[in-house]
């Protein structure tokens, strides 16, 4: 069964750093592409950024191009997304999921990040 834990949420100023880390339990992380989302309230979950199973970064959300980079570690099965130059509107729940089919099969249970103007 896949668990996956995320953690590095908080509260920054604006323009600030925070790097997001999301651990995974269970086996073959390296068969997995993993993402980051965030979600703000009352609204749909929207896709950040993406990593092919290899580490090669497939999808940045327009929004955060420049400012925001993803990496996995297929050893440690971790997948970090480091945020740099943090605005008011980059608050919001962030969730790390993983997939080998289509859609994201599975969910971490989110971090909330808070950027303060």
């Known amino acids: 069964q896949v668990q996956l834990s995320e953690s590095g949420g908080g509260v920054v100023q604006s323009g600030g750093s925070l790097r997001l880390s999301c651990a995974f339990s269970?086996?073959?992380?390296?068969?997995?592409?993993a993402a980051w989302f965030r979600q703000y309230p009352g609204m749909e979950r929207e896709s950040v950024a993406e990593?092919?199973?290899?580490?090669?970064?497939?999808y940045y959300a327009d929004s955060v191009k420049g400012r925001f980079t993803i990496s996995r570690d297929n050893r440690k099965d971790t997948v970090d997304l480091q945020m740099n130059s943090l605005k008011a509107e980059d608050t919001a729940v962030y969730y790390c999921a993983v997939s080998r089919a289509y859609d994201w099969t599975y969910w971490g249970q989110g971090t909330q990040v808070t950027v303060s103007s």
């Open positions: 990593v092919h199973w290899n580490g090669a970064a497939t």
């Open positions: 269970g086996r073959a992380f390296e068969t997995y592409r």
